[in-house]
């Protein structure tokens, strides 16, 4: 079935560097995305969201952007710092409105001093 | 912190024993997801309630069921458990309108469940 997936699943960044991260999605329905990090031992904390309508959206050092002609999502994070280390997930709603999310299977980012 | 919760935080059963795991959710949420985490994987949806009635279900078996009550607090249960269902098991809240509304999920800290 159609599913979202990451390109990397390990991303090693130097503390100050900017991370991306990347994710490839392929249900051509699905009009909202979430980017959540989860940190070992945790539930998934959201970091930012973004609807089909726009193709950027900007929150506090993180940027999302989504290209819908390729079906393509990024997380970009400046000057990670070492609580940034984490596994990133996306995700797409499952082509209804309730939200209902499928994810992908993580980007592990480890920040190094 | 979400202001969601979940009980117990970590629990052990054995091949055919039930579990039920409880979640409360954010306070002003009415929607409840539940989801399944394999180590190293991504969460899977299991299914979805809303104002006490489930609203959409994952490709999981019947044996998997849930509860909604009227303060929209959760319970997930699991008949006849498999080593398969051995991960952590996530509640997320979140504010639903009657004719659907894609509003943010916000994620309890988890139950890790180990079937021996």
């Known amino acids: 079935g159609e599913s979202v997936g990451l390109h990397l699943p390990t991303l090693s960044v130097q503390e100050g560097d900017n991370s991306i991260i990347n994710c490839a999605y392929s249900?051509?329905?699905?009009?909202?995305f979430i980017w959540y990090k989860q940190e070992s031992g945790k539930g998934p904390q959201f970091i930012i969201d973004?609807?089909?309508?726009?193709d950027k959206r900007q929150g506090q050092r993180v940027t999302v952007l989504l290209n819908k002609t390729v079906k393509h999502l990024s997380l970009q994070i400046a000057a990670t710092q070492p609580g940034d280390s984490a596994v990133y997930f996306c995700a797409e709603n499952m082509g209804d409105s309730w939200g209902k999310l499928q994810f992908g299977a993580g980007t592990q980012v480890v920040v190094t001093p | 912190e979400t202001g969601v919760t979940q009980s117990p935080t970590h629990l052990i059963k054995t091949r055919g024993q039930q579990v039920t795991l409880r979640c409360s959710s954010q306070s002003g949420h009415n929607t409840v997801s539940w989801y399944q985490q394999a180590l190293g994987q991504g969460p899977q949806f299991i299914f979805q309630?809303?104002?006490?009635?489930?609203?959409g279900r994952g490709n999981f078996p019947p044996r998997f069921s849930g509860l909604q009550f009227p303060n929209y607090s959760s319970e997930l249960n699991v008949n006849a458990l498999e080593l398969d269902d051995s991960a952590l098991y996530l509640c997320?809240?979140?504010?639903?309108?009657?004719?659907?509304?894609?509003?943010?999920?916000?994620f309890g800290p988890g139950t890790r469940l180990l079937v021996l």
């Open positions: 309630y809303y104002r006490e009635e489930e609203n």
């Open positions: 997320a809240s979140s504010w639903g309108l009657a004719g659907g509304s894609q509003e943010t999920q916000y």
């Open positions: 973004i609807r089909s309508n726009m």
């Open positions: 249900n051509s329905a699905s009009d909202y």
